[in-house]
């Protein structure tokens, strides 16, 4: 049992050093504490999944910093960092299939347009987005939905290759609320820019204030959005697993 309690910390200390070479310069910056075995060494007592757990979280954090929600995004994803490659060059093209749905609109259209636009404006990551009309020439599509049966109003759905590079993607939103109120432009907006943070390779907020908490109700990304986002831009994607924390 003791052997293993060492192991384990031993395994902690090595993935956060590994952790923090790879993210600490641009986590933290160059007047970092490199106080992370501190951190580790804190949690005594029982060794269940739980502590392990909280530990893994306060390592993250520590690494991060408090303006980011990438540790609260790999606590609860699967710890993979996902995200497209530079694309300024050559835009994500964007394919917005006509709605042909109850309570579809142009205004939707343009409120889904106008979120694309705003992520490429203030997202601060090397991506960039072009309409196109042709959708076999798409990475990206949008389409439309007049409700969704659970409790809902958009979804982004990504696909990525072994490396965790983003290949494509396929925004749907809907033109009603689940319990069939119609969404106005302003609320698709909303909903909008939430998915594109999922497309673009962002994982949930624990801030109600961000765009990217699971039930957002702000209308524009907040700045700890957009140094999230910065922040997946600034690393290769792939598995952040911490050794047995992650079984
Ligand atoms: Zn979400």
Known sequence: MRGILVATRLILVVMAGILAVVLGRRL?????????????????????????????????????????YLPAMLVEGDSMLRRWPERTGDPLRVHILPGNVAGYSPDLRDAS????????????????????????????????????????????D???????WIVSGTLTLATHT????????????????????????LGHSDDAQDVMFPTTAVHDITPRDRHTARLLYGVPPGSLRLGVLDR
């Open 28 to 68: 933290t910056g160059p007047t970092a504490d490199p106080g992370v075995g501190m951190v580790i060494e804190s949690y005594g007592g029982a060794v269940d999944l739980d502590s392990m757990r909280a530990a893994r979280l306060r390592i993250l954090r520590h690494v991060a910093g408090p303006d980011s």
């Open 113 to 156: 347009r106008a979120a694309f636009v705003r992520w490429e404006r203030v997202g601060a990551i090397p991506v960039r987005f072009d309409f196109v009309n042709d959708s076999a020439a798409a990475d990206v599509i949008v389409r439309w939905v007049e409700r969704f049966p659970l409790r809902r109003a958009g979804q982004a």
């Open 158 to 164: 990504i696909r990525w290759n072994g490396t965790g």
């Open 178 to 201: 689940s319990d069939g109120f119609r969404l106005e432009r302003d609320a698709v907006y909303t909903v909008a820019m939430h998915e594109i943070g999922h497309l673009l390779g």
